[in-house]
Every structure is written in structure tokens, then in C-alpha cells.
């Protein structure tokens, strides 16, 4: 698992959220969303630029750096 997964599944729990739910605002599919969770893809620029947005956190938290 990469720290982008990691952090990326703590904020959907920490928020309280489904994949559908988190899948549906980021308007992406539910598989996506698992397959990010479980670290097999990431997410192309937009995709994360919105997850960014949506959770208010820093590129660089999302990435560990």
C-alpha cells in the first residue's frame, strides 16, 4: 500500500463516507475507488486535484511528502 491509498481511504472513513458515497462526489466509479484505496492505480491529475479539494488537504499530505 502506498501512503496515497493509505491517507486516501483514512479520509473517506474519517469522513464517514461510502466508496459509492466518495465515488459519486468525485464522479468516478466505485471500483475506481477501491482500486485506489487498495493502491493498484492513481489517480490522473484532475481526479486528484479534486480529491484535494474535497477533503481540504495538501497535495503534499495526500502524497507524504
Do not use: D, H, W
Not at 13 to 19: K, Q, V
Not at 22 to 47: C, D, F, H, R
Not at 51 to 56: A, H, M, P, S, T
Request: with cysteine; proline share 2%; net charge positive.
Amino acid at each position: 500500500m502506498s501512503i496515497f491509498s493509505e491517507r486516501f481511504k483514512e479520509l473517506r472513513l474519517r469522513n464517514r463516507m461510502t466508496t459509492s458515497q466518495l465515488a459519486k462526489v468525485l464522479n468516478i466509479s466505485v471500483k475506481t475507488v477501491i482500486s485506489y484505496e487498495q493502491g493498484k492505480t492513481i489517480p490522473n491529475l484532475n481526479t486528484f486535484i479534486r480529491i484535494c479539494l474535497f477533503f481540504n488537504v495538501s497535495a503534499r499530505y495526500l502524497l507524504g511528502l
